[in-house]
């Protein structure tokens, strides 16, 4: 049997019940009270000597602040307006009472940290209760490729660590390799390292920041402690030995990431994460290997809803969303996903891993291509793809669902799409929608499928072909002349549309649309949208 631990839970989130009591307990509050410690000061334009660190004398390199342990309540004020080189890798650490804060102080600008092609230029290593605000963040020096970071935070053999906060921060301009490590590179990179003391990161928000033009990855994920038998061996277990020991209370939002090499974001060795608010534009850009806009591995419990994906670069995945091996209980919901040529959305394990219980749900999809859903080879099971608006107005996907399953004997999927719309303007036997070695175990049932020449694979279980299914105009605003289908707004359905009432009900269905209407009890609508058909 699969690894479901947080069944209750997840079942919670799926009846839409605490989507928002996971984003209020991710982290203690940004503003909170805390005790006075010492404040010191780094103005790395001083030329006054090396300084005392007061704000008289303050300190000139970021060497000199690195060198201090700091404690409960210390802050570390760096000056706006200047430029530091190097890596500020303090030590230390706060307290829930009294947190460390690292932040600017003065006039101007940002302070600006250049790592001059370190493998850091901030590097928070075995510390905790510590927050960072409000720095300008680059590593371009040096020889590009090679492995660096903008901020990285490692626990290496430390156990638990607690409360962490990254916030108004602008990373950019992180001339990293093409290549995905324990420890880079990445715009923010979180990486639990060792083989001897199970460690974690519990209580860390990434919030507000901005991250650009980063080679390779945006945020990004990993962890040595991450073995259990739902990863399989698609992660090595010789290099990843470590049991199973999830981070929790993380929270990504209100994050924009343009111009990414590779990755936008990817979560590793999490339970209960929360990425919400975030905008994608720019991803899979210039990186020779696959990877997807927002996606998760080795995770339990991933709550993924109102952000916008846009921008993957080609085919090789670039997709928007993926819930790769070992992704246990990840709901996508309630996000807007265009113009990638990937597609929208992946389901991704092979060499013995599985995912479990993956549901998309309430999303709207604009011109994603060259596949709208794709799966891989291993077992996936129990994935439900309902009520999302799919409309490729102008660009055709070569299939609508790409299975790349092996013998369906060996391989067990299942999935079910149903009370979607798929609208596209085909109208000949050749125009995309295919479907690529579809498996006996996909299920398509009341969809709209409109503008899609060939249909769908009849159901191998003797049900037909989409059952309480229609292939009549769903009549989304967005598909009429004129319309902004670039706005999310025109995704509801006017008058006579064949989505009003076709949908079948669904258990555990939440609680509203993507357009905040609540969901039918009995004849829901098929799509993304439930309120009243527009005039």
Same mark, same amino acid.
């Given at each position: 049997?699969?690894?479901?631990?947080?069944?209750?839970?997840?079942?919670?989130?799926?009846?839409?019940?605490?989507?928002?009591?996971?984003?209020?307990?991710?982290?203690?509050?940004?503003?909170?009270?805390?005790?006075?410690?010492?404040?010191?000061?780094?103005?790395?334009?001083?030329? @006054?000597?090396?300084?005392?660190?007061?704000?008289?004398?303050?300190?000139?390199?970021?060497?000199?602040?690195?060198?201090?342990?700091?404690?409960?309540?210390? =802050?570390?004020?760096?000056?706006?307006?200047?430029?530091?080189?190097?890596?500020?890798?303090?030590?230390?650490?706060?307290?829930?009472?009294?947190?460390?804060?690292?932040?600017?102080?003065?006039?101007?600008?940002?302070?600006?940290?250049?790592?001059?092609?370190?493998?850091?230029?901030?590097?928070?290593?075995?510390?905790?209760?510590?927050?960072?605000?409000?720095?300008?963040?680059?590593?371009?020096?040096?020889?590009?490729?090679?492995?660096?970071?903008?901020?990285?935070?490692?626990?290496?053999?430390?156990?638990? %660590?607690?409360?962490?906060?990254? @916030?108004?921060?602008?990373?950019?301009?992180?001339?990293?390799?093409?290549?995905?490590?324990?420890?880079?590179?990445?715009?923010?990179?979180?990486?639990?390292?060792?083989?001897?003391?199970?460690?974690?990161?519990? $209580?860390?928000?990434?919030?507000?920041?901005?991250?650009?033009?980063?080679?390779?990855? $945006?945020?990004?994920?990993?962890?040595?402690?991450?073995?259990?038998?739902?990863?399989?061996? =698609?992660?090595?277990?010789?290099?990843?030995?470590?049991?199973?020991?999830?981070?929790?209370?993380?929270?990504?939002?209100?994050?924009?990431?343009?111009?990414?090499?590779?990755?936008?974001?990817?979560?590793?060795?999490?339970?209960?994460?929360?990425?919400?608010?975030?905008?994608?534009?720019?991803?899979? /850009?210039? @990186?020779?290997?696959?990877?997807?806009?927002?996606?998760? &591995?080795?995770?339990?419990?991933?709550?993924? =809803?109102?952000?916008?994906?846009?921008?993957?670069?080609?085919?090789?995945?670039?997709?928007?969303?993926?819930?790769?091996?070992?992704?246990?209980?990840?709901?996508?919901?309630?996000?807007?996903?265009?113009?990638?040529?990937?597609?929208?959305? /992946?389901?991704?394990?092979?060499?013995?891993?599985?995912?479990?219980?993956?549901?998309?749900?309430?999303?709207?999809?604009?011109?994603?291509?060259?596949?709208?859903?794709?799966?891989?080879?291993?077992?996936?099971?129990?994935?439900?793809?309902?009520?999302? +608006?799919?409309?490729?107005?102008?660009?055709?996907?070569?299939?609508?669902?790409?299975?790349?399953?092996?013998?369906?004997?060996?391989?067990?999927?299942?999935?079910?799409? #149903?009370?979607?719309?798929?609208?596209?303007?085909?109208?000949?036997?050749?125009?995309?929608?295919?479907?690529?070695?579809?498996?006996?175990?996909?299920? &398509?049932?009341?969809?709209?499928?409109?503008?899609?020449?060939? $249909?769908?694979?009849?159901? +191998?279980?003797?049900? %037909?072909?989409?059952?309480?299914?229609?292939?009549?105009?769903?009549?989304?605003?967005?598909?009429?002349? $004129?319309?902004?289908?670039?706005?999310?707004?025109?995704?509801?359905?006017?008058?006579?549309?064949?989505?009003?009432?076709?949908?079948?009900?669904?258990?555990?269905?939440?609680?509203?649309?993507? &357009?905040?209407?609540?969901?039918?009890?009995?004849?829901?609508?098929?799509?993304?949208?439930?309120?009243?058909?527009? #005039?």
């Amino acid at each position: 049997m699969p690894h479901r631990p947080s069944g209750a839970r997840f079942r919670a989130v799926l009846a839409g019940a605490v989507g928002v009591a996971l984003a209020a307990t991710a982290s203690p509050a940004l503003a909170s009270a805390a005790p006075d410690g010492h404040r010191y000061y780094l103005d790395c334009s001083a030329d @006054s000597g090396p300084g005392d660190g007061s704000h008289a004398h303050p300190w000139n390199s970021l060497a000199q602040a690195g060198a201090h342990r700091y404690g409960p309540g210390d =802050q570390l004020r760096i000056a706006r307006g200047t430029t530091c080189t190097g890596t500020l890798a303090p030590s230390g650490a706060g307290s829930a009472a009294a947190p460390i804060r690292i932040g600017a102080y003065g006039t101007g600008t940002r302070p600006h940290l250049e790592g001059g092609g370190a493998h850091d230029t901030v590097l928070l290593r075995n510390m905790e209760y510590v927050e960072v605000r409000d720095l300008e963040i680059t590593n371009s020096g040096g020889t590009p490729g090679t492995e660096r970071n903008g901020v990285r935070l490692e626990l290496a053999d430390y156990g638990i %660590g607690h409360h962490y906060v990254l @916030s108004g921060l602008d990373v950019h301009a992180v001339r990293g390799g093409d290549f995905k490590t324990l420890t880079g590179s990445s715009g923010i990179q979180i990486d639990v390292a060792g083989t001897t003391t199970a460690s974690a990161f519990d $209580g860390l928000r990434i919030t507000g920041n901005h991250i650009r033009d980063v080679d390779r990855e $945006g945020i990004y994920f990993k962890s040595t402690f991450s073995r259990r038998d739902l990863v399989g061996n =698609q992660q090595d277990p010789t290099a990843y030995p470590g049991p199973w020991t999830p981070s929790t209370r993380v929270r990504i939002d209100h994050n924009t990431l343009t111009s990414i090499a590779g990755d936008a974001m990817k979560l590793d060795t999490t339970s209960g994460a929360v990425v919400e608010h975030n905008r994608v534009d720019g991803f899979q /850009l210039r @990186s020779k290997v696959a990877n997807a806009g927002i996606w998760t &591995f080795n995770t339990d419990d991933t709550l993924i =809803q109102y952000n916008e994906v846009s921008g993957g670069g080609n085919s090789l995945d670039g997709m928007s969303f993926d819930a790769d091996g070992a992704s246990n209980h990840t709901v996508f919901q309630y996000n807007y996903s265009h113009d990638n040529k990937g597609g929208f959305l /992946l389901n991704c394990p092979y060499s013995g891993a599985k995912t479990v219980d993956v549901v998309a749900r309430y999303n709207i999809s604009h011109n994603d291509g060259a596949r709208l859903l794709q799966n891989c080879w291993g077992p996936i099971l129990n994935t439900q793809i309902y009520n999302n +608006t799919f409309l490729n107005k102008e660009s055709v996907p070569a299939y609508l669902v790409q299975d790349d399953a092996g013998s369906p004997a060996t391989t067990r999927h299942e999935l079910t799409v #149903r009370n979607n719309i798929f609208a596209g303007p085909g109208d000949t036997a050749t125009d995309g929608y295919r479907f690529k070695n579809p498996t006996p175990d996909l299920r &398509f049932d009341h969809n709209v499928l409109y503008g899609i020449p060939g $249909g769908v694979p009849a159901n +191998t279980d003797g049900s %037909g072909t989409n059952p309480g299914g229609s292939t009549a105009d769903p009549k989304l605003i967005a598909a009429l002349a $004129g319309a902004d289908a670039g706005d999310p707004d025109s995704y509801r359905i006017a008058q006579a549309s064949s989505a009003l009432g076709l949908g079948a009900p669904v258990p555990d269905a939440g609680r509203h649309d993507y &357009f905040g209407f609540p969901i039918p009890e009995r004849r829901p609508a098929a799509g993304a949208y439930q309120g009243p058909p527009v #005039r």
